[in-house]
Each structure stands twice: as C-alpha cells, then as structure tokens.
C-alpha cells in the first residue's frame, strides 16, 4: 500500500516575471516524488488561495523576486484561514530581506529560503512540515 503523495502547489504572485528558480523547485519536488501544481507567472493571492483550496495541497511554495513579500504572504495566509486552510504549510522563496524572516514566520510560514538554498534542504522541510519525518 503506497501513501498519498505530497501535493505541493508552487505559485508566482505578483508582477515579477522571473520564473526559473519556482520552475527548478517544482522540478526538484516533482522528483522527490511530490504532486506538483505550478500556477504561473503573475497570480494574486486570491488566485493562490483558490487554486490550493481547488487542487486540495497540503504545502504551497510562493516564489516572490519583487519585495511585495510583505504584502502578498500575508493576504494568502489570511484567504487560506477564510477557507479553512490553515493546515497547508506556506513556505517562500526568493528575495527576502533577513530582517523580514523573523515576521513572516511568526505569521504561519514555515520556511524562507533565499537564493543559492539548496532543493534538498527544501525537499526535507516539506517532507518535515507535512509528514513529521524527513525521508531518507
């Protein structure tokens, strides 16, 4: 009996039209044997939001370049509550500024990781976050 597969949803909101570190990441998990969902370029946090509710992930990977990380992740955790979602582990990559780390994670992220992170560090923390226990 195999168990269900990590569905991970890996988002671009915002304006930023950068998109090869999320596809990279998507890649790695895809290969790590998770479900991914890659919305696109240039999604609104309602967008995310819907998209997480509709496609029922357990992790959704926001990858923000543009510095609106203070605005966009805090609007996608407050419509993942709406929704009854605050089981979903929000994790972000991209540019983030040191000093706003400590305030995203105090608001429900689970993890920030900036360039140069290596896929397996995300990897093990999904699999940490979601199941308990990071696979071998």
């Not at 997480?52 to 990380?69: M, N």
């Not at 429900?108 to 071998?136: F, K, N, W």
């Amino acid at each position: 009996m195999s168990e269900r597969k990590i569905r991970v949803l890996v988002a671009k909101p915002g304006l930023d039209g950068h998109d090869r570190g999320a596809k990279v990441v998507a890649r790695a998990l895809r290969d790590a044997g998770m479900e991914v969902i890659y919305t696109g370029l240039r999604q609104t946090p309602e967008m995310v939001a819907e998209a997480a509710l509709q496609e029922d992930v357990d992790v959704i990977g926001l990858s923000i370049l543009s510095g609106a990380h203070m605005v966009i992740v805090p609007r996608v955790l407050e419509l993942l509550k709406a929704n009854g979602q605050e089981h979903v582990n929000v994790f972000v990559g991209g540019i983030i500024p040191d000093e706003d780390v400590p305030r995203l994670m105090e608001s429900g992220v689970v993890g920030v990781y900036g360039p140069g992170t290596l896929t397996e560090d995300i990897i093990r923390d999904i699999r940490q976050a979601v199941i308990g226990t990071p696979a071998p």
